[in-house]
């Protein structure tokens, strides 16, 4: 059985160095939840918006990638 | 048990066997909606510790001798940008194994494990950093 509490962890043990970036989580550990908590989709409209947003977090993660992937421009 | 522990051996050979598929995800079924809906949670959250990771490469290099306080070190970098490879690797072949018809959550939940055993060394390079 899957649990949201190694999930919820995860992000949560983040939240400091993050704060300290500036960077906010809170969206990430939302959307994260919600999608955990969602039922699964049913309807055809529901399963196209799921492949959507599937398509669209792998292109995220991408792109996030290859950010990390670039070197910073030296000055 | 031992049922169980086939399946989590079927469920990583099958993830490391289709990790190396990039195209375009599978169509949710009804069938495999469920599964692959916890997968894409499972992506939504590693976007945390990625996030992290940009944000320190982000920060000029740091030189010898140092000149600059925020600096990021080229071997921790080149550390976070295999373990995030291998990450990426993992949820591909996680979000694969969640789009098989049929496959069972026991074997999901093993080839989320994959992935999530593979942020371990992520977290420990970021953490080692201020």
Known sequence: MLSLLPLAMEILAYMPQAI???????????????????????TQDELAALKSAIDAEKAKLAAMTAELDQDPPTS | MKSTATAILAAISLALMLGGCAGPSASPTTNTAALQQKVLAAEVAYEAPLALAVAYNKRPR?????????CSEPVVVE?????????MTAFGAAMNVASTPGVSESAVVAAIAVATDAI?????????YK
């Open chain 1, 20 to 42: 300290k970036l500036g960077i906010d989580l809170t969206d990430t550990a939302g959307r994260a939840v919600a999608l955990f908590n969602a039922p699964a989709p049913a």
């Open chain 2, 62 to 70: 740091c030189t010898v001798p140092p000149t600059i306080v925020l």
């Open chain 2, 79 to 87: 550390q976070l940008r295999k373990a995030n490879h291998a990450v």
């Open chain 2, 120 to 128: 371990g060394p992520l977290q420990t390079i970021l953490s080692a």
